[in-house]
């Protein structure tokens, strides 16, 4: 039975690719180095450092944690600012508050953005427990920060669903042994995340409540079966 969401925050919750991008852009030319759009958002759902790592090119690789660390100052000094709620996405959060369901925010921000972004969109009160980058050793695709939302929660990964707009959500979120769905709101395509092999592919935010609904309904029928 599905006790517990888990959702990434930028690209499911809150639209910030401009922003990051803009962010990362500017961080990047710093360092001399010049990069596209498209280079750039294929590499989102991970760390800004993993992030930093694959566009840097060899020589300068090792300024990774720098170049990121730069580029997460730009996003919280304004760049953020211009940020907007995925449709829906506070009404997905309240629906399934009201169904019981216990829900945590994982995302490869730093604390100060995550926390930042979840206070602008009023989506904070609705969160029983959110991770961020800061807190672990590995980002995603390893399922280091759903592992340590599954521990904050009292979980086990069995009993927790993933919802991520990026390969990289549903990577973490198979490592980690929990079951996943992915949204084309965001970093991948549906094609994309298709490709994963996700439990489940959705459109939009919004159609994990029905998700939720019908899960729910799968697990009672079931048990009132075998009674």
Known sequence: MVQAVIFDLDGTLVDTSQCHIAAWKKALSESGVKK????????????SEDIARSLLPSRIKRNARI????????????????????????????????????????????????????KR????????????MDEVRRGKPAPDILLLAARGMGLQPSTILVVGDSVYDMAAGKSAGMRTAGVASGASSFDELQAQHPDFLLHRITEVIPLIDKLSYARKHSDSEVR
Do not use: W
Not at 37 to 42: L, Q, S, Y
Not at 84 to 89: D, K, S, T, W, Y
Not at 124 to 131: N, T
């Open 67 to 118: 170049v990121a660390e730069r580029k997460d100052d730009l996003f919280l000094e304004k760049g953020y600012e211009s940020a907007e709620a995925i449709p829906g996405a506070r009404k997905t959060l309240s629906s399934l508050k009201g169904k019981g369901m216990t829900i945590a925010v994982c995302s490869s921000n730093p604390r100060v953005t995550v926390e930042t972004l979840l």
């Open 36 to 47: 596209s759009h498209r280079e750039i958002r294929r590499q989102f759902g991970k760390s």
């Open 121 to 132: 969109f009023r989506l904070i009160r609705l969160v029983d427990v959110y991770v961020s």
